[in-house]
C-alpha cells in the first residue's frame, strides 16, 4: 500500500506550484435517471460520490485502490457504473448497484494477451449509447476501438480512432489522426467523409462538438471551423465561434511574424444536456510562465452570441489562477454547474456562473498546508480511518459513541489498527513527528484479526517499525499471521511469518519466542499453514510443536480457520523427518480433493523415505 500511494503522489507532495488543497478531480459523471447522485474520479488516487447533488462527497470502495481513473455512468440504468484505471490492463470495472459491489470486466475475447501484458494497457475509454443511438457500447484499448451489442458479454474490433465516438439523431461520427469518419448505421460500418490538411503544429483538432441546430464544429489549428453539410466540407465559422479569444488570438498572430502568442487561449465547448442551445466555453489562458486564468463566456443561441459569465475571467467565488480540470453541467438545470479546480476543490453555480462556491465538502485536505502521504489517504477512507490518520482521538471517540464500528474496514487500508500503522510509515516518511494510538485504539476495543488482503499486513508493518511491543501485542491475542493458500498456486496467498524469519529474529527473540507466544494464544489461526511455513523455514522442532499444541483427537482440531489446501505437503514433511505416526494420521483427516502439488510432494517422500524392495514401506510408511 504505501509502495502503491507513494507512486500515486509523486510529483504532487511539495511540489512547488500549484498548492494541493485536497484531491483533484479529473472526471464527472451524473446520473440521468437520479440527478442528486454524481461522481468524480480524483488524483492522484480515488473514486468518489454525491447523494446531495454535488455539496459533499464520500469515498466510494473499489476492489483497489486505483489512480488516473474515469466513471462513466450508463445513460438509461440507475446505479449502472463503470471505472476505468489506468493500473490495469484490458478491462473496467462495472457494478450495477451504485458502486456497493463490483466486477473486473475483460473485453473477451480480444483483451487475452492484454491483461497481463507489461506494460499495462488499459482501456482508456467507454462510452454507452443510449437506445435511440443503438444502444451499442464501446470501448478503446490500444488505440483501438471495439463495439459490443451485448452489454459487454462480447466484443468485436471495430475500427482504429484516436478520438471518442459522436453521435447525432441522424448519423455517428470518430475520427483516426486527422480524418473523419461518418456511420449512417450507429457505428456498424464507416466511411471516409473528410480528411484535414497536416499541421506542423502541436494542437491539430479539438473540440469536435455536434449542435442540435444541424452544424458541425472544430477546432482546427487554433481556429473554429464548421460544417453545415454533414463533415463534408468545413469552412472557418461565421456562426458566431469566430468571436471566442483563442480564434481571435490566432488570427492576430497569424498576422504577425512574430511565433509567441501562439496557442495561449484555447477554449473547451460545452453543451447543456437540458438545453441544447446552451454552451459554454471555458477559454484558458496561459503564457507557459504564469499561472494560468480561465474566462468563462456564454451563448444559448447555438453560438451565434456570447456573453461573459461574471466578470468574464474574474467570475466571483472562483480563483484568479490555474484553470479547471473537470466541468459538469447539471441534468436537471441548465444553470447549475460545477467546476473542479486544478490541484483541489470544487466550485458550483446554480445561477449560471453569476457566483460560485465551494462544493467540496470531502475532498479538501482539514488544513490546507497539510500537503503530505496520509492526508491523501485519509480522504478515500470512512470518517473513522480518517481521523486515525489525523491522529484525532477525539473524533474517533465521537464517532464510536454515534455507533461506527470500530472493527469495520476500511476501503483500502484495512482495519482501524493497519491505518494507524500505516499513517507511522507514512509520516516517518515525510520525517514527521509520529505517535502511535495503536494501544489506544485497542482499549477502545479494536481486534487485531485476519487481514483480508495483502495490502495491509499488521505483523510486518509492526516489525518493519520495529515495534516489538505491538508484535508481542499481536501474537499474544492471536493474530493470523498466515494469510490461508487455499489455492496453492494463487499468486496472492502469503505467509507474514515465513517471509519475516530474519526479522523477527532480529527484534532480539529467537523463532522459539514467537512461536511459544502463539501457542500460549491457544487460537490457532491457520495452524496447519503455519506448520507448513516452520518446515519451509527449516524449523521442524517448531512445526511439530505447533502440529501437537494444535491436536486434540486428531490433527488440527483445535484450529479456528478453514483447512489449507497444503495439508497433504505437510504430511511429506513429516514423512521426510520420520514422523510416520503424525503423518499417517493426518493423511487420513486430509480432505479431498488433493491437490497435485501435494500428491507430488508426498509421491517424492515416499520415495525417499521407504524401502520398497525390502517392504519396509508397508511396515514403516503405511498411510
Known amino acids: 500500500m504505501l509502495a502503491t500511494l507513494a507512486l500515486m503522489v509523486t510529483g504532487l507532495v511539495n511540489a512547488s506550484m500549484p498548492n494541493w488543497t485536497g484531491l483533484e478531480v479529473r472526471n464527472f459523471a451524473q446520473s440521468a435517471q437520479d440527478p442528486a447522485v454524481i461522481y468524480a474520479s480524483t488524483s492522484p488516487l480515488g473514486v468518489f460520490k454525491s447523494s446531495d447533488h454535488g455539496l459533499s462527497w464520500q469515498p466510494m470502495k473499489l476492489p483497489r485502490l486505483i489512480s488516473d481513473s474515469a466513471v462513466v455512468v450508463h445513460p438509461e440504468q440507475l446505479g449502472h457504473l463503470f471505472v476505468l484505471t489506468r493500473n490495469r490492463s484490458g478491462g ?25 501484458s507489461d506494460p499495462i494497457t488499459p ?74 490538411n497536416p499541421t506542423e503544429h502541436r494542437e491539430q483538432l479539438s473540440q469536435f462538438t455536434p449542435l442540435s441546430n ?30 471566442l479569444p ?59 452570441h456570447w456573453a461573459d459569465v461574471g466578470d468574464g475571467c474574474k467570475a466571483t467565488g472562483l480563483p484568479p489562477y490555474w484553470s479547471p480540470t473537470a466541468f459538469l453541467w447539471d441534468h436537471a ?12 476543490g470544487i466550485y458550483r453555480t446554480t445561477d449560471g456562473g453569476r457566483l460560485w462556491v465551494h462544493a467540496d465538502e470531502g475532498l479538501l485536505f482539514p488544513n490546507a498546508k497539510e500537503e503530505s502521504f496520509a492526508s491523501y489517504l485519509s480522504l478515500v477512507e470512512p470518517p473513522l480511518h480518517r481521523a486515525v490518520f489525523h491522529r484525532d482521538l477525539p473524533a474517533i471517540r465521537r464517532l464510536l459513541a454515534e455507533g461506527a464500528d470500530i472493527n469495520a474496514d476500511g476501503n483500502y487500508v484495512g482495519s482501524m489498527l493497519a491505518a494507524d500503522l500505516q499513517a507511522i510509515q507514512l509520516e516517518q516518511r515525510e520525517s514527521i513527528p509520529s505517535r502511535s494510538m495503536y494501544f489506544e485504539l485497542r482499549q477502545l476495543g479494536a481486534l487485531p484479526r485476519l487481514v483480508k488482503s495483502t495490502e495491509s499486513r499488521l505483523l510486518e508493518q509492526a516489525v518493519l517499525l520495529h515495534r516489538v511491543d505491538i508484535v508481542e501485542d ?19 496467498s502469503y505467509s507474514e511469518l515465513a517471509n519475516l524469519q530474519s526479522s523477527l529474529q532480529n527484534l532480539g527473540k529467537p523463532m522459539s519466542y514467537w512461536i511459544d507466544a502463539y501457542i500460549r494464544a491457544a487460537v490457532f ?19 511439530l510443536k505447533v502440529l501437537a499444541a494444535a491436536s486434540r483427537s486428531v490433527p488440527f482440531d483445535r484450529q479456528t480457520g478453514a483447512a489449507s489446501a497444503m495439508r497433504l505437503e505437510i504430511v511429506a514433511r513429516l514423512l521426510a523427518v520420520k514422523k510416520n505416526t503424525w503423518a499417517r494420521r493426518l493423511y487420513q483427516v486430509t480432505p479431498l480433493p488433493h491437490t497435485k502439488a501435494g500428491l507430488d510432494a508426498l509421491s517424492t517422500a515416499l520415495s525417499d523415505n521407504c524401502d520398497f524392495t525390502l517392504g519396509g514401506c508397508q511396515a514403516t510408511c503405511r498411510l
Not at 453521435?167 to 457505428?187: I, K, P, V
Not at 438545470?333 to 483541489?344: D, I
Request: glycine share 8%; net charge negative; proline share 4%.
Open 123 to 196: 482501456v482508456d475509454y467507454l462510452a454507452v449509447d443510449p437506445t435511440q443511438y443503438g444502444g451499442a457500447w464501446w470501448a478503446r484499448l490500444s488505440g483501438s476501438l471495439f463495439r459490443s451489442v451485448d452489454q459487454g458479454k462480447s466484443w468485436q474490433l471495430n475500427a482504429q480512432t484516436s478520438g471518442p465516438i459522436y453521435h447525432t439523431d441522424d448519423a455517428s461520427f470518430r475520427f483516426s489522426g486527422n480524418t473523419l469518419f461518418h456511420s449512417s448505421e450507429r457505428g456498424n460500418s464507416w466511411s471516409e467523409i473528410y480528411r484535414f
Open 474 to 492: 499481536l501474537v499474544n491475542s492471536g493474530y493470523n499471521w498466515s494469510l490461508l493458500k487455499l489455492d496453492p498456486f494463487d499468486e496472492n
Open 246 to 304: 483563442d480564434h481571435q488570438q490566432q488570427l492576430r498572430a497569424s498576422k504577425s511574424a512574430l511565433p509567441g502568442g501562439l496557442w495561449n487561449t484555447s477554449c473547451r465547448l460545452d453543451v447543456s444536456p437540458v438545453s441544447p442551445a446552451d454552451l459554454l466555453a471555458r477559454c484558458t489562458k496561459d503564457d507557459g510562465a504564469w499561472p494560468s486564468s480561465v474566462c468563462l463566456k456564454r451563448s444559448d443561441d447555438w453560438g451565434k
Open 525 to 543: 489461526p491457520s495452524a496447519d499453514q503455519t506448520v507448513m511455513d516452520l518446515f519451509e523455514m527449516d524449523e521442524p522442532s517448531l512445526a
Open 214 to 243: 444541424g452544424l458541425l464544429m472544430i477546432r482546427h489549428e487554433g481556429l473554429w471551423r464548421q460544417s453545415s453539410d454533414g463533415g463534408k466540407s468545413w469552412a472557418l465559422a461565421s456562426n458566431g465561434f469566430e468571436q
Open 333 to 344: 438545470n441548465k444553470n447549475t454547474l460545477w467546476l473542479a479546480w486544478m490541484a483541489g
Open 92 to 116: 473496467y470495472y462495472e457494478s450495477l448497484d451504485a458502486g456497493k459491489t463490483w466486477t473486473w470486466q475483460t473485453l473477451l475475447p480480444v483483451t487475452k494477451k492484454f491483461d497481463r
